[in-house]
């Protein structure tokens, strides 16, 4: 097995085919829950590199691409199942004069109910839709609170009825939480109604990230991509809609083994009801009860996740490069 940076020196930026991947980091077995859900010769393999920084994967069912987010260079791009790479959308979450920020374009993607992509968009600061089966531009869905604009919303999850959950940290101004042009004080976690109406439900994390349900809906996971509070929180989703009270559902301070600059980020659930969260050492996979299980280490900063293909598929965002593996657990694609 090859380590990260020997696996991006030797991976051209361009597809390879036929589609054999060079593998990279390792996979970390805190304990025999793990062998249910990463069979034991399973291996990271690296698909596609030469990027800035990349977020936001989504899996595109019906066309068999991966779209994931350039943050720094506003590029989206596909990779297809037969390994080929493109770019799919130029100038991605910021359309003004540059230069913005670090971090000026798109990060966090699903895709709702009708197969629309929805984007977060750091530079424009807004929430934005993109139909997919139609020859038709993004259009805005959210862009401020009560008349305060959004920060740079981060990261969103959608349900069946048209509801959408994301976050909204400081991360896409130019000077994050002490930028002069904020105008909402605080990171905070947001619904979108089928009505349009956006309601804040939640102030009490200072930089909410990552969100993922869980399978019956019923639970919001939010992380909070804080070097001074490095957890998640899962929330009670109420039966219409509204977030009730959160309860600590792990404290990733706790993890040994943290790299620079490593935060809880983005979330994913599989159909058992386990959540991977990317943060300290890669992604770590944690069970229902918030037992760690195990941790799928790429060798540098996990960023997010996303099911793919048949659902047996992880995808994982690792700061240049993207990586998969085989898994014997099965997650939600799309979302």
Not at 143 to 168: I, L, M, Q, W
Request: glycine share 12%; with cysteine.
């Amino acid at each position: 097995m090859l380590g990260a940076l020997g696996a991006l020196a030797s991976v051209p930026a361009a597809a390879q085919a036929p589609a054999q991947f060079l593998t990279t980091g390792r996979i970390v077995r805190q304990g025999p829950g793990l062998d249910q859900l990463v069979a034991p010769g399973a291996q990271l393999e690296i698909i596609a590199s030469g990027f800035s920084h990349i977020e936001g994967p989504v899996w595109v069912a019906d066309s068999s691409i991966l779209l994931f987010s350039d943050t720094p260079t506003r590029t989206i791009y596909r990779w297809t199942a037969d390994n080929k790479q493109s770019k799919f959308l130029e100038y991605s979450g910021y359309t003004g004069r540059m230069p913005y920020s670090k971090e000026p374009g798109s990060n966090g993607m699903a895709l709702d109910g009708s197969g629309n992509l929805l984007i977060c968009e750091h530079g424009d600061r807004r929430l934005a839709v993109l139909p997919l089966a139609e020859k038709s531009g993004k259009r805005t869905l959210a862009d401020n609170y009560n008349g305060a604009r959004f920060n740079s919303p981060n990261d969103v999850v959608a349900t069946a009825n048209g509801t959408f959950y994301f976050t909204d940290p400081p991360f896409g101004l130019p000077q994050q939480g002490k930028d002069p042009s904020r105008e909402a004080p605080v990171g905070a976690l947001y619904r979108r109604a089928p009505d349009g109406k956006v309601t804040r439900e939640s102030t009490e994390l200072a930089r909410p990230n990552g969100l993922a349900f869980s399978p019956d809906g019923r639970t919001l996971y939010v992380s909070n991509a804080d070097s001074l509070r490095p957890v998640i929180l899962a929330y009670e989703v109420k039966g219409d809609g509204r977030l009730g009270k959160s309860r600590p559902f792990f404290d990733m301070s706790k993890v040994a083994g943290r790299r620079p600059k490593e935060v809880p980020d983005g979330l994913k659930t599989d159909a058992a009801g386990n959540v991977y969260a990317s943060g300290f050492g890669g992604i770590l996979i944690l069970s229902p009860q918030g037992q760690h299980l195990g941790t799928l280490d790429p060798g540098v900063t996990a960023a997010n996740c996303a099911w793919g293909n048949d659902g047996h598929t992880l995808y994982i965002t690792a700061g240049t490069f993207m990586c998969h593996v085989k898994m014997l657990a099965q997650g939600k694609v799309g979302n």
